[in-house]
């Protein structure tokens, strides 16, 4: 089909990566993160990295409009933005690391870490110490640089809002809010690295459609969850998505 020449993909293809975004938009509208783990899973079967990369920001800025409705009222603005401060310097570490860093190496091992810290979390362990501006911040340093190289900083932000005991409906807000704001900022970098191009856009522009689709379900999931089951499949997310991340990888060394 002539169409699928711009987006540079089989049919068969085209059609995986609409229903892998659906999939992550409902996740992104459940948990407020997992949009990003959940595309750069499935894509990273079509595509290369760095490929991957700007298609996902421009998607999570336009699912982060989307969400607005449902999360406006439960942000913590002094959270996002103490965060962003750290995001703003890791970002375009992140971006230069991914020219020449092996993302599959940095995926691993954020892999290894999400799955020890979420059992931690799942039998109980707090936190209330490391909230702070200082730890904050360097949160945000080490997120900004995961969300540069692997679109995957929306992770440890999430661990330590789980940390520290925060309310569902904060996090969730929160990290929608936040990574809005840093997913500009990061293709805004992108684009002037050069790593945007046309074939990035025709990709992204079909898949905008399932967007508002997803995240709809995904709040309906929400809305009608109690606090601990939304932390357990928070929990449950973050490790299915290391360990599925883990095999990905070991098998293509």
Request: aromatic share 18%; glycine share 8%; with cysteine.
């Amino acid at each position: 089909m002539d169409f699928l020449s711009y987006f540079q993909l089989s049919l068969i293809e085209f059609f995986f990566i609409i229903f892998t975004v659906f999939i992550a938009s409902i996740i992104r509208g459940f948990n407020g993160f997992g949009f990003s783990a959940t595309c750069i899973s499935g894509f990273s079967f079509i595509l290369p990295a760095i490929e991957i990369v700007p298609v996902i920001l421009i998607l999570e800025v336009i699912i982060s409009i989307f969400m607005v409705p449902y999360i406006w009222n439960k942000i913590d603005w002094k959270f996002v933005f103490q965060i962003l401060a750290g995001i703003i310097v890791g970002s375009p570490i992140g971006l230069y690391l991914l020219r020449y860093l092996s993302a599959e190496i940095t995926h691993l091992s954020i892999c290894l870490i999400i799955i020890f810290f979420s059992i931690l979390l799942m039998k109980g362990y707090t936190n209330q110490k490391i909230n702070n501006t200082y730890v904050k911040t360097f949160t945000g340093i080490i997120s900004g640089t995961l969300n540069g190289l692997t679109t995957l900083g929306g992770m440890p932000v999430a661990l330590f809002l789980l940390v520290t005991s925060i309310q569902p409906a904060i996090i969730r807000g929160s990290l929608a809010a936040l990574f809005f704001l840093t997913d500009i900022y990061a293709f805004i970098l992108s684009f002037f690295a050069g790593i945007v191009d046309m074939t990035t856009i025709y990709r992204t522009l079909p898949l905008i459609i399932v967007l508002p689709i997803g995240v709809y379900i995904g709040d309906k999931f929400f809305v009608k969850s109690k606090e601990e089951t939304y932390k357990k499949v928070v929990f449950y997310f973050l490790i299915s998505i290391s360990i599925f991340g883990i095999f990905r990888i070991l098998s293509n060394f």
